[in-house]
């Protein structure tokens, strides 16, 4: 220890310092608090033809096992509402005979669940490598302008609101816009003007990829299974046809 003081101590101001990740400043995704417009008593009650397809979705489970619905109810709370205040949460537990805090957890661990009004069209950019690779940050940009606000905000008029998101599953078609339950894909930022275009003016855009690929094949072409598969049967061995 005596060596450690004399020897070691002095000479801490050359050793590296220790760098952390910034601190969150949002609680977005694990605190409630009580809103004007999402509370307790903020008005929600699924419809009946919500209800009839909830009841019919919960009874794809084993009795007892209602609780494995939660997903479902949630997004017919969403697509009914266009959000999930605290009042629906509270109303899907009680349906489904769990204690709310089940559905807390859900709510708050998968970020498409909105707990809050995201616009009426929620556009939402991945941010995650292969599209920050592909230059995400300026289809943020680009987003952001068209939408009339910023990442995590909502435009005056309540049509837009945008979010960055981490990872939409479709890395091989990087950079990722997204628009509700609609993927746009290889988007430039001449698309991404595009499509809030088009959206704006009442219309919808075609999904998928901007660039002309049909689904994920690789950009620059094939690059394997470039000949004509095989007929059935074959290298199979002649005894066996019989």
């Not at 009580?34 to 008005?43: F, G, I, K």
């Not at 209800?51 to 479902?72: H, T």
């Amino acid at each position: 220890m005596f060596i450690l003081k004399k020897y070691a101590l002095p000479n801490l101001a050359h050793f590296r310092k220790i760098s952390r990740t910034a601190i969150l400043s949002s609680d977005e995704l694990v605190v409630h608090r009580d809103s004007e417009d999402n509370n307790e008593t903020t008005p929600f009650e699924f419809t009946d033809a919500n209800m009839i397809r909830l009841q019919a979705i919960i009874k794809n489970y084993p009795i007892g096992s209602a609780r494995s619905a939660l997903g479902a109810a949630l997004d017919l709370v969403q697509r009914q509402m266009g959000w999930v205040p605290i009042s629906a949460m509270h109303k899907v537990a009680a349906i489904l005979g769990v204690p709310r805090m089940r559905v807390y957890e859900y709510a708050t661990f998968y970020t498409m669940v909105k707990r809050s009004f995201k616009g009426k069209y929620h556009v939402k950019v991945c941010t995650t490598t292969p599209c920050m690779i592909m230059g995400s940050d300026t289809i943020l940009q680009a987003a952001e302008q068209a939408c009339g606000c910023t990442a995590g905000h909502v435009s005056d008029d309540g049509l837009f609101g945008v979010d960055k998101v981490q990872c939409a599953g479709a890395c091989a078609n990087a950079p990722v816009l997204i628009v509700e339950d609609d993927y746009y894909e290889d988007v430039t930022v001449c698309d991404v003007a595009e499509i809030i275009c088009t959206i704006r003016n009442g219309g919808i855009p075609q999904a998928g990829p901007r660039s002309g690929r049909f689904a994920a094949e690789p950009s620059c072409g094939l690059t394997s299974l470039c000949s004509e598969p095989p007929k059935p049967g074959y290298f199979v061995q002649p005894a066996l046809l019989k």
